[in-house]
């Protein structure tokens, strides 16, 4: 459906070429259905799936005609007589089983890249005015070490971020630590039996794990062991200062070695509350639950029964009188209702919590929360050698990983610029390291089971980090040459001429940048910016070794270096809402 109402009342940025030619098929919906009431729009104008037939096609005709039992060409021949061509269109046309094909006339795709060359946003609409995103996103446990299997969390979650602020949006990102499970019990009691001083001073997160570790697999063969535990847990909860200061001392740790990883990554938080912030308010909230007899006793136990939603009952208290981590989950959103009053609320974590999400957004319906509610998962990402996972032998730690990255491109760039000054190699090595492996994660459904290699991630001519950076690297260094040669040239204000097939396919893809920016946060997958990127790059690669640039003559030589330059904008721009620095020369 297209939302013709998103527009209403935005002022800012231009109205996006799939939804102008929308509104333009309501309107033929509109006038064709007058005598039989509410239009049977349906569908979307999207990219044409070959520019041979056009530049963007309308594909709602088909499932139209079959429900009303018409003929689909017909039908389509109908909505294309009752309206005079929309004034961008150079041609409107019926194709295939029932398309409706536009073609953008030349002089309208022109002014449009040239517009989402200049404007603020690139032309983008501020759709998210006036609208709160709450972000729940990263989130790693306390006394763990962050695995790579964090880092996607981290990264997509950003990027979630960045789209939304873009978009006018009001957002509120907020870091959900879990720092208040059950798994303080056999740490603190770990910590008092096997601390072992100099490694804490090394790594204390990795201390903390091997303490955890030993602890954990006592309490299997111990069962007083466990039980002292549960009891270390008791008097942590119940604010016992000796325990209170242990867990003080591991969270104080654990955000050390997060913060640097944030920092590496360039990610910063609104807010950073712990699941152990709502902590006062888990008893209060399943009283509540009870009475309003939500939450029923079952077998020593407290459970939502979600039968209506088909949803297995959700544990809120332990038979041992415990909350858990729905009980806290339930209480997050209600403080962030009261507090924020978010539109929506997004949560990103990997596949595994998808039941639990589901039975915390049940539960929230019944207890009248109206914000929108949207768990964002992805599939964990994979080594050739296996998966990332805590429970797995082969944990890899994000930090080390970031290492490697900012190694092997240093290696890339000791290569790709060898006269470069050993400091800014480093930095940019820093940059194209760093945005391999954002961009190798981003660049993928968030769904799809992700394989990661360095060949991949690093590949100069594939779809990677490196690939759009050398892109804009390039177009920077034939921005001073044409200054250099030119130095009486202005190609910001030359127009924008479109004369070769390759210059109207990189005109096309740069004016769909504000849609893709839309399209990616509205879906919650960055990896559709990504792949509208990665097309503008690869056409403009394309342009760049068939036709002439610098030596063309001046009319349109200054109009390609203008298109050049709308391209450098649109990618840099782009790398940005993923994360991604654009060093000048790589
Ligand atoms: N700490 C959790 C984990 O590492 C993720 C928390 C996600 N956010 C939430 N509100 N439950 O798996």
């Known amino acids: 459906m297209f939302d013709g109402a998103l527009w209403k009342g935005h002022t800012i940025g231009m109205k996006p070429f799939d939804q102008r030619l929308g509104e333009w098929v309501l309107e033929a919906w509109r006038k064709r259905d007058a005598a039989l009431g509410e239009p049977a729009v349906a569908g979307a ?46 041609q409107v046309e019926v194709a295939g089983p029932g398309f409706i094909n536009f073609r953008i006339q030349n002089d309208s795709l022109a002014e449009a890249a040239a517009a989402v060359a200049t404007e603020p946003r690139c032309g983008t609409p501020a759709v998210g005015e006036g609208k709160t995103v709450i972000l729940d996103y990263s989130s790693p446990n306390i006394a763990k070490p962050m695995h790579i299997g964090h880092i996607r969390s981290t990264v997509i979650g950003h990027a979630l971020d960045q789209l939304h602020r873009y978009l006018g949006y009001r957002v509120i990102s907020d870091n959900h630590l879990g720092d208040w499970g059950t798994q303080f019990g056999l740490l603190i ?100 639950l009870r009475r309003r007899g939500l939450a029923r006793e079952s077998e020593g136990a407290l459970v939502v029964f ?65 914000a929108e509610l949207t768990h ?14 805590t429970r797995q032998g082969n944990v890899i730690k994000l930090e080390r990983l970031l290492d490697e990255a900012e190694r092997r491109a240093l290696e890339l760039v000791r290569e790709t610029s060898p006269g470069m000054s050993p400091e800014q190699q480093v930095e940019v090595a820093r940059a194209v390291g760093i945005g391999a492996v954002r961009y190798a994660d981003l660049s993928q459904n968030p769904q799809t089971l992700v394989t990661f290699t360095w060949e991949k991630a690093l590949n100069l001519n594939g779809n990677s980090a490196p690939y759009l950076q050398y892109a ?21 204000g030359a127009p924008i001429r479109l004369e ?55 009319a349109q030589r200054d109009g390609r270096v203008r298109l050049a330059a709308a391209t450098a904008r649109v990618l ?12 000048d020369r790589i």
């Open 500 to 554: 070769e097939p390759i210059e109207r396919e990189v005109a096309l893809r740069i004016v769909r940048f504000p849609e893709v920016v839309l399209a990616a946060a509205r879906a919650y997958r960055p990896n559709l910016l990504a792949d509208g990127l990665f097309a503008l790059a690869q056409s403009f690669s394309t342009l760049y070794q068939t036709i002439p640039f610098l030596q063309a003559p001046p």
């Open 572 to 583: 840099r721009e782009g790398l940005r809402l993923l994360g991604i620095d654009t060093p």
């Open 189 to 288: 009691l770990g910590y008092r039996h096997f601390a072992d001083p100099s490694a804490l001073e090394n790594d204390p997160i990795e201390a903390l794990e091997q303490i955890y570790v030993k602890s954990y697999e006592r309490a299997q063969s111990d069962p007083a062991w466990m039980e002292a535990a549960r009891r270390e847990l008791v008097k942590l909860q119940q604010g016992d200062p000796e325990n209170r200061a242990l867990w003080e001392r591991f969270v104080a740790w654990s955000l050390e070695e997060f913060e640097r990883i944030y920092r590496r990554l360039g990610v910063t938080f609104d807010l950073v509350r712990g699941e152990s912030y709502y902590r006062d308010r888990l008893a209060g909230l399943v009283d509540d």
């Open 376 to 389: 964002v998962w992805f599939g964990l990402m994979r080594l050739p050698e296996g998966t990332f996972s």
């Open 472 to 492: 804009c690297a390039r177009i920077a260094s034939v921005l001073d040459k044409y200054r250099e040669r030119f130095p009486e040239g202005r190609f910001e």
């Open 45 to 90: 104008v999207v990219p044409a799936a070959n520019p041979a037939f056009g530049d963007y096609q309308y594909n709602g005709v088909i499932g139209a005609a079959k429900r009303a039992g018409c003929n689909p060409r017909e039908l389509a021949a109908g909505l294309v007589r009752a309206l005079p061509p929309p004034p961008e269109a150079a």
């Open 306 to 370: 979600l039968e209506e939603e088909k949803l297995p009952p959700c544990l809120i208290r332990k038979r041992d009188g415990g909350f858990n981590y729905a009980t806290t989950d339930i209480a997050t959103l209600l403080s962030r209702e009261e507090e924020f009053h978010p539109d929506k609320i997004v949560y990103v974590t990997d596949e595994r919590q998808q039941l639990h999400f589901r039975q915390i957004f049940a539960i929230a319906r019944r207890l009248g929360i109206r």
